[in-house]
């Protein structure tokens, strides 16, 4: 059940909405008095700190998805795939979001002979074929379905959807950075660079200067030579080390003026950039390296994700995206004199769309928001977005701001925006419509 408030109405409407609509799934309600089994799993749950509600939200998804099919003790398999639900609510709190078919396997057995189930006397193969697509269509279906479940056979992971749809998502969103062409060094420059910071001038810990293995070197020498580089390892294996060398060659190579640190949280950034300030400053005579200078000045500025990219709680996204100032048509916030990551390509893309004010005919019961959909005047394509809203008391109706392609950026042109489910009409006007000179604020 999500809870939400948009312009048409309140968070209790929307409650009672979809309540609605779940009581039309079937009108038979969760049994009030669950049977030995479901309390004895009941009470598992509670002990895996996932509690009462994630339990019955469980059932209610299994009764939502098989309507009139609640008969736990005629259906042993109806056990099974409620715990696979309830370990995939758990994995999801432990930081992971799927499992294998093995661990749930090894889990299941061990559940089964802590609460001795009845009807669970079963062989694992029984249990591999409830929770398969074939027996389990209901629920299971494959990469790209529908249903609640996703079953990955290929690497035998199950996930709920959303986090499949998520792994996917950004699994693309990497391949397609990794593919994206970048300025190949010069191989005279790079190993310059890489003796200068390796052999002259190389991070010294206690007092030892810093020596690569030959696994450590061909990561530092291919992320010279790639847009993405994907660095894991176990404790001690030199990651910390490999960061520092991978800042100093790119900050020489002039593929790195401006780095910036982010981690997930603000304790993770803290440590890191305190780990990486030390191993800059062990570095001798480091007031003569003006690009280590440099670096570390930038280090010393590390956050956490959402500040970097600017997540707002009340919107629940992110400020900063592929939208880069100068393509929404905002020069006053790009200083083009400067060299900065991003340059040539903000330069090619050029202006694809533009910040306009809008005046907007809109319902009498409701006002926009903020992210609202923008279309042409006869409604049939698509042009832009509102980024906020709201009412006008001097022009007695709406007025909004958002993003248009620019041809429909022109003062005076008409367009369409979606309220309500409902096409309102809206002009494109001045940036400051009441006083847009500010004379009035002038002459008080």
């Not at 749809?165 to 397609?176: F, M, R, V």
Request: proline letters at 5%; glycine letters at 6%.
């Amino acid at each position: 059940m999500t809870f939400r408030w948009d312009p048409s109405g309140s968070a209790r409407l929307a409650f009672f909405e979809e309540r609605k609509i779940a009581a039309s799934v079937s009108q038979e309600p969760i049994p009030d008095n669950l049977n030995a089994n479901l309390l004895l799993i009941q009470q598992w749950a509670i002990n895996e700190d996932l509690g009462s509600g994630l339990f019955f939200r469980a059932l209610e998804l299994i009764r939502s998805m098989k309507p009139g099919e609640m008969e736990f003790n005629q259906k042993p398999d109806l056990y099974v795939v409620l715990i696979l639900v309830l370990l995939l609510e758990k994995e999801e709190q432990d930081g992971r979001i799927c499992i294998s078919q093995n661990d749930f396997l090894d889990s299941f057995i061990e559940i089964q002979c802590l609460l001795q189930l009845d009807p669970l006397n079963r062989s694992k193969n029984d249990f591999c074929d409830f929770i398969s697509i074939s027996r389990a269509d209901w629920l299971i279906g494959p990469p790209g379905s529908k249903l609640p479940l996703i079953l990955d056979s290929k690497t035998g992971l199950y996930y709920f959807r959303k986090s499949w749809q998520l792994e996917d998502s950004t699994k693309s969103l990497i391949l397609k950075k990794a593919n994206v062409p970048i300025q190949v060094p010069d191989e005279n420059l790079l190993f310059q660079a890489l003796e200068d910071i390796l052999l002259r001038h190389p991070v010294r810990f206690k007092e030892k200067a810093l020596s690569l293995n030959p696994e450590q070197f061909l990561a530092l020498f291919s992320a010279a030579h790639s847009s993405l580089l994907l660095l894991s390892g176990g404790p001690g294996t030199g990651k910390t080390a490999i960061t520092v060398c991978l800042l100093r060659l790119l900050k020489r190579l002039g593929l790195a003026n401006q780095p910036m640190l982010a981690a997930p949280t603000g304790r993770a950034a803290k440590r890191m950039s305190e780990s990486i300030s030390a191993s800059l400053k062990s570095i001798r005579n480091l007031e003569s390296l003006d690009a280590d200078r440099e670096l570390l000045e930038n280090i010393e500025t590390s956050q956490t994700l959402h500040r970097l990219l600017g997540f707002h709680p009340g919107l629940g996204q992110f400020q900063a995206h592929e939208y880069a100032p100068l393509e929404a048509d905002l020069p006053r916030f790009v200083d083009m004199s400067k060299d900065f990551n991003g340059k040539m390509q903000m330069e090619k893309i050029g202006i694809r769309s533009k910040c306009v004010t809008f005046l907007i005919d809109g319902p009498v019961d409701a006002d926009p928001w903020g992210r609202e959909a923008l279309y042409t005047e006869d409604g049939t394509e698509r042009v832009g977005r509102l980024t906020s809203g709201g009412y006008s008391v001097v022009f007695e109706k709406s007025i909004g701001m958002g993003y248009v392609k620019p041809s429909y950026a022109i003062e005076g042109t008409k367009l369409k925006v979606k309220i309500q489910n409902a096409l309102w009409d809206a002009v494109v006007t001045s940036d400051s419509p009441y006083d847009p000179k500010n004379e009035k604020l002038r002459n008080g």
